[in-house]
């Protein structure tokens, strides 16, 4: 019977991964109605979101940081170069963001490009707009991180693929012989299907998933990108790198800047944000 001590775990693993998505989706609806019943919410037909607020409920602080190094390389107030390095042009930073990022590459103008990414995401600018956004109703306050629909879905893919390696040993393992392996591949195939059905029902009923968008911030992403559609502008163009990161950027020189700034990340271990 050494299968039924990982039958527990399992049971275990996936109940409260499930539990914990259910509660995630209570708050987020929960948030959604007081929002709408205090009138916090935004009409996105009188007031848009604006590039950099549409980049942190997209993305997040580095999204914020990304948009505004992009925007800078395009204007050629800033050279990005395709060795990683980020280089002053003008000076003169036309916002705080942009302030931020050049204070971020130093006095000597010149720096990597992943240590002023991840300063210019923790800049008091960008803490000001994920403040703003709060308030407005937009975004998930930081008490409530990792505590999110998408974290939680998260949490129960894991425990999905937890109970199918637990079901998987316990297959393997010698059991009675009054006991058919089907019966013990039937048990193990419960809780698998709990997880999974959990996962149906939040891609049907909170889908799209956000790590920093309420659900009133969402619907205002989804009808910024239905108003984007079509348009080929240089604010389009902006918008859709905000919305999607950098893997929008269409300058091959510009995407091997950032590119050799993500396998730094990952040869170092930087953290995100």
């Known amino acids: 019977m050494f299968w ?19 509660l995630a989706a209570v708050r987020a609806a929960a948030a959604d109605h007081t929002g709408t019943a205090d009138g916090g919410g935004r009409d996105p037909a009188s007031v848009p979101l604006t590039l950099y607020e549409t980049a942190f409920l997209s993305g997040g602080p580095r999204r914020v940081a990304d948009v505004t190094l992009v925007s800078m390389a395009r204007q050629r107030r800033l050279l990005l170069a395709r060795t990683g390095w980020a280089t002053v042009v003008d000076p003169h930073g036309r916002d705080d963001m942009e302030r931020s990022v050049i204070g971020a590459i130093g006095p000597e103008g010149q720096s990597p490009l992943a240590p002023v990414r991840a300063a210019a995401a923790t800049a008091d600018p960008v803490r000001g707009l994920a403040d703003r956004l709060v308030r407005a109703g937009l975004a998930v306050p930081d008490a409530h991180a990792g505590t999110t629909v998408a974290d939680a879905v998260r949490q ?24 058919p392996r ?37 619907r205002l992403l989804g009808a910024l990108s239905r108003g984007a559609d079509g348009a080929g502008d240089d604010r389009a163009y902006l918008t859709s790198v905000a919305v999607r990161g950098v893997r929008a950027i269409g300058e091959p020189d510009l995407r091997a800047a950032f590119a050799h700034r993500e396998h730094g990340r990952r040869a170092g271990g930087e953290r995100e944000y």
């Open 4 to 22: 039924v001590l990982l039958l527990l775990p399992a049971w275990a693993v996936a109940g409260a991964a499930c539990t914990r998505l259910c």
């Open 156 to 179: 129960v893919r894991l425990a999905a693929l937890a109970v199918a390696g637990l079901g998987a040993a316990a297959l393997m393992l010698p059991v009675p012989p009054d006991t």
């Open 182 to 218: 089907h019966l013990v591949a039937l048990w193990f195939a419960l809780p698998l299907v709990l997880a999974l059905s959990c996962l149906a029902m939040a891609r049907f009923e909170v889908h799209p998933y956000s790590r920093w968008a309420s659900p009133a911030g969402q």
